[in-house]
């Protein structure tokens, strides 16, 4: 069974800080996903990555960066927390066949006040 | 510019009925149409999926129709079940292995 792990399920930040969401999976995947998730809007991809060190920007990138240092690590970095960026965040990580099914972590949801 | 529009915000379905949640997208370019279900406080998880050379695949259960004259999939669930109460997203595959994913639906299904 593949597994993608989040590092918290709840987080409460203030507005200004600096915040780290890891993800890990152990399936050895290739490729792996952060998006964000809001009422109404379905899941938006803020980042994603295909491999070590690369990183491609979604249709949300605005106010995070990424960092992936190692294959099963995939990391999305709040800059500076505002409050708009209150939200569900979800991971995910697939690798290639021809469906690229995405498999997610269980998410984290984080409210910056 | 939203490529995947699932219009139904909620469905309600008594148990032992048909289920019907529907998907519309605008890119002819999608390769594979997936479906995720999502429980609360859990991450989506895969559900059933069709090629675009096809239009329909079954699996228990799920169907899932395309009409790709239409840009239109449907996911049929029969009979429905209680545990089926859940958020349905439609998501079709890009060519570079990114889901784009529809605003969900929220099933609720009766005893």
């Known amino acids: 069974d593949v597994k993608v792990t989040q590092s918290s399920r709840y987080l409460v930040k203030r507005t200004g800080e600096k915040v780290f969401l890891e993800c890990v999976q152990d399936?050895?995947?290739?490729?792996m996903f952060w998006y964000r998730q809001d009422p109404g809007l379905g899941l938006r991809l803020i980042y994603f990555?295909?491999?070590?060190?690369?990183?491609e920007k979604g249709d949300i990138p605005e106010g995070y960066s990424v960092s992936r240092e190692k294959k099963e690590r995939f990391s999305l970095i709040l800059e500076s927390a505002s409050t708009n960026q209150t939200s569900m965040y979800l991971c995910?990580?697939?690798?290639?066949?021809?469906?690229?099914?995405?498999?997610f972590g269980a998410g984290t949801r984080l409210s910056v006040l | 510019d939203q490529q995947v529009k699932q219009n139904s915000p909620s469905l309600s379905v008594q148990e032992g009925r048909i289920s019907i949640l529907n998907c519309d997208y605008t890119?002819?370019?999608?390769?594979?149409f997936l479906w995720y279900k999502k429980y609360p406080a859990e991450g989506p998880t895969f559900l059933i999926s069709?090629?675009?050379?096809?239009d329909k695949n079954e699996d228990g259960r799920f169907t899932v129709f395309l009409n790709k004259s239409a840009k239109h999939l449907s996911l049929h669930i029969v009979p429905s079940q209680p545990g089926d109460s859940a958020v349905y997203f439609c998501?079709?595959?890009?060519?570079?292995?990114?889901?784009?994913f529809g605003q969900g639906t929220i099933l609720t299904v009766h005893p």
């Open positions: 069709i090629s675009s050379i096809k």
């Open positions: 890119n002819s370019m999608f390769d594979y």
């Open positions: 399936m050895d995947h290739e490729n």
């Open positions: 995910a990580s697939s690798t290639y066949t021809r469906q690229n099914i995405q498999y």
């Open positions: 998501a079709p595959l890009t060519s570079y292995g990114k889901l784009t």
């Open positions: 990555s295909y491999d070590v060190k690369m990183k």
